[in-house]
């Protein structure tokens, strides 16, 4: 089933689209959720909130991209349950680990009047992003986006380890003069 096939049965209301959310999309937004929590419940009971929010938000929302729209909604609702988590009791996670890291050269947003700045600066690592050559960019994303553990990613691109942290650190580094360069200041 197509996206668009999908979309339309949320049009329609039909509960048939959160069947074929489920089989189409299922795994993949389970997926990412279970590499920030780090539990296969957690990533379960993510899923099951995802597939909520999409009914619930589809319509009014018309995703361009179903995959986009459902990977940042359960990566998002992972990484409230994880800063509910982590408030709890404090660890050493995975997560944890790349979020500080990336922490260093991106500007903390908090407040509602902030919501324009993050769009910009969204846009921005965007940019910053396109410009990378490939692998790096992948590298880059299956860190900071999907979170994956350097070891994970240092086998799948055949690097050591030391040279990926070394590459990220690079990348870091450059995309923090680099949205110093458009206005935004760590």
């Known amino acids: ?3 668009e096939e999908i979309v339309a049965l949320y049009f329609a209301r039909s509960e048939e ?3 074929a959310t489920e089989r189409q999309y299922g ?3 389970r997926r990412i959720a279970r590499a920030i929590l780090l539990s296969d419940e957690d990533a379960d009971e993510c899923l099951n909130d995802t597939l909520l929010a999409a009914w619930r938000s589809i319509p009014p929302a018309k995703p361009r ?3 986009a729209y459902l990977g940042r909604t359960a990566r998002n609702l992972a990484l409230n349950r994880f800063k509910l988590y982590s408030a709890q009791k404090r660890g050493g996670s995975e997560t944890a680990l790349a979020l500080d890291e ?3 050269c991106v500007p903390s947003s908090g407040s509602v009047e902030d919501e324009l700045d993050s769009a910009l600066l969204s ?3 965007s940019r910053f992003l396109r410009a990378e050559p490939e692998e790096k960019r992948r590298v880059f994303v299956r860190r900071y986006w999907y979170l994956s553990p350097l070891e994970e990613i240092a086998a799948e691109y055949g690097m050591s380890r030391s040279k990926l942290t070394s590459l990220l650190y690079r990348m870091r580094r450059d995309l923090r003069k680099f949205l110093e360069k458009e206005g935004f200041y760590v």
């Open 102 to 104: 990336l922490g260093d």
């Open 1 to 3: 089933m197509t996206d």
């Open 123 to 125: 846009e921005a690592i």
């Open 27 to 29: 795994a993949y937004c």
């Open 65 to 67: 991209s179903l995959a």
């Open 17 to 19: 689209a959160v069947a």
